[in-house]
């Protein structure tokens, strides 16, 4: 029988009566919003079989914020009082009043709707607690377990939850209320033969993060996926050099999940194209212009912002400016369509966009954010997209990652490899990598996976803004083929 472990939360806080709150503040503003965030979020992780971190942290407070003149301005305290949440209004009614002079497009409290309504993916409170040493005691057995040799001279086992609580109330009649409860894992081991070291992660550094409950920790299941890890992880210390040709690359999921991120997220994000993200993030290849026009891939690209997954880590009822969050096409048969641009982006750009005005926390302000954003799957099965290729690649987790201000030209590298031959997967390789740039690389796109070969990864830690916000993101796909793809071994 499979064996379910549950992750321990700290004891949660009990939330303010934000309409009360809301009611005592006295502002000129012409519209307030109220957003209390209450995040806890256990950590713990074993190394080489020994306790390394165990670790609560609860973080709780409220974002302010206002709207005067046609101008926004925002506040935030972690003091619950009234005196406090008035001092912060009155912070955030001063930014607003003194930006208002400069704005370049005023806003009206129509990107505010009055929006009821609640998301509970998982209620925390009904998972029953399990000590630390029950926890540690499973990070022990998949460190063990990941030792399959000697040769293995580093293991590594993490486990996180975050329990978040969002409550969002306004002047105008809004109120939501979200509840989530995210799981994020870890494992990786590392072998050692001489100068030659190789490391074999679970789909990547933290790839396995969800919005999910015990079915992600059944421990039968992760001592199996332990066990693959560290045979993979030695096999690798014999395996060959990846080549360096240009050929037919097959990718697995778990690395077009950081493909999606980097070469379609980040580049339709609607704040990059007006020019916000640039001293930080960077920009973007793509302009305003090119919506609903622009080929970025073959015909059989078909890319979905969909925040309604049950189980991706981004999926929500509602963005954090109170906008229904639905499944929207970005690009549609190659076709770019509309960018991930929240109703202020919208408003500014006159591109149309999406639900996703995102903070990662109370003490920040929502900007534009990538959420559940993926391709949609294709027609062929496994065996008929490696069986329709003489001579190619494939490639599994991605290792490391390097691309361009403008989201063009790219670079990554992946922990594992095989090759393609005859239509048979061959023998593996080491070192694995591939460049490209962005609109070449998705019109070279040949072949779709159907349904069976999909898989759900995603980042806990994308960061973006100024101040630095890292937020969550997911991404599925299923397993993807590409023609004349530069391929390159080395580390």
């Not at 400016?321 to 048969?333: F, M, N, S, T, W």
């Amino acid at each position: 029988m499979t064996s379910l472990i549950t992750p321990v939360l700290p004891t949660a806080l009990d939330p303010p009566d934000l309409a009360q709150s809301l009611a005592k503040i006295h502002t000129q503003a012409d519209w307030i919003g109220l957003r209390y965030v209450q995040e806890t979020t256990t950590t713990r992780s074993v190394r080489d079989g020994n306790p390394q971190v165990n670790h609560h942290d609860l973080s709780a407070g409220v974002m302010i914020e206002v709207l005067v003149n046609g101008q926004l301005g925002y506040g935030a305290c972690n003091r619950l009082d009234p005196e406090s949440l008035q001092r912060a209004t009155d912070q955030a009614y001063q930014q607003a009043l003194r930006a208002s002079q400069w704005s370049l497009t005023p806003v009206s409290t129509a990107i505010r709707p009055a929006v009821v309504g609640e998301y509970r993916r998982l209620n925390p409170d009904s998972i029953a607690a399990l000590g630390p040493g029950e926890i540690n005691e499973l990070l022990q057995k998949i460190c063990q377990t990941l030792k399959v040799s000697d040769k293995i001279v580093q293991t590594t086992a993490l486990m996180q939850t975050v329990a978040t609580t969002s409550h969002w109330v306004s002047s105008n009649g809004g109120n939501i209320r979200q509840d989530f409860l995210q799981v994020i894992t870890h494992y990786a081991a590392t072998a050692q033969d001489g100068a030659n070291i190789q490391q074999r992660t679970d789909n990547g550094m933290f790839a396995r993060c969800y919005q999910a409950g015990l079915e992600v920790l059944a421990a039968e299941l992760v001592l199996e996926r332990a066990e693959k890890i560290g045979s993979q992880a030695l096999e690798l210390l014999t395996a060959a050099e990846c080549p360096t040709t240009t050929t037919n690359l097959v990718l697995a999921p778990d690395q077009m999940m950081l493909q999606i991120h980097e070469s379609i997220g980040h580049p339709l994000e609607l704040d990059r194209i007006l020019g916000d993200e640039r001293n930080y993030a960077g920009s973007s290849f793509v302009k305003l212009s090119d919506f609903g026009q622009l080929v970025y891939g073959s015909p059989l690209l078909n890319v979905t912002f969909d925040p309604t997954v049950p189980t991706e880590l981004a999926s929500y009822g509602f963005d954090d400016g109170g906008v229904p969050a639905q499944r929207e096409y970005l690009i549609k048969e190659g076709i770019l369509l509309r960018g991930l641009g929240s109703a202020e982006s919208q408003l500014r750009s006159g591109v149309p966009g999406v639900a996703n005005l995102r903070a990662c926390s109370w003490n920040r302000p929502p900007i534009d954010r990538m959420a559940n954003l993926n391709i949609e799957p294709g027609s062929k099965s496994w065996q008929e997209i490696i069986g329709h290729i003489e001579q190619g690649i494939y490639m599994e987790s991605n290792r490391s990652w390097s691309i361009d201000d403008y989201r063009l030209k790219f670079q990554f590298g992946c922990e594992y490899a095989r090759e393609i031959k005859n239509g048979q997967l061959g023998q593996v390789l080491r070192n694995p990598n591939y460049r490209g740039a962005t609109p070449n690389f998705w019109g070279n796109l040949i072949a779709v996976g159907d349904q069976s070969t999909l898989g759900i990864f995603g980042t806990p830690y994308c960061g973006k803004g100024e101040p630095n916000q890292a937020i969550r993101v997911g991404h599925a796909s299923p397993v993807c083929a590409f023609a004349n793809i530069e391929v390159f071994g080395g580390h």
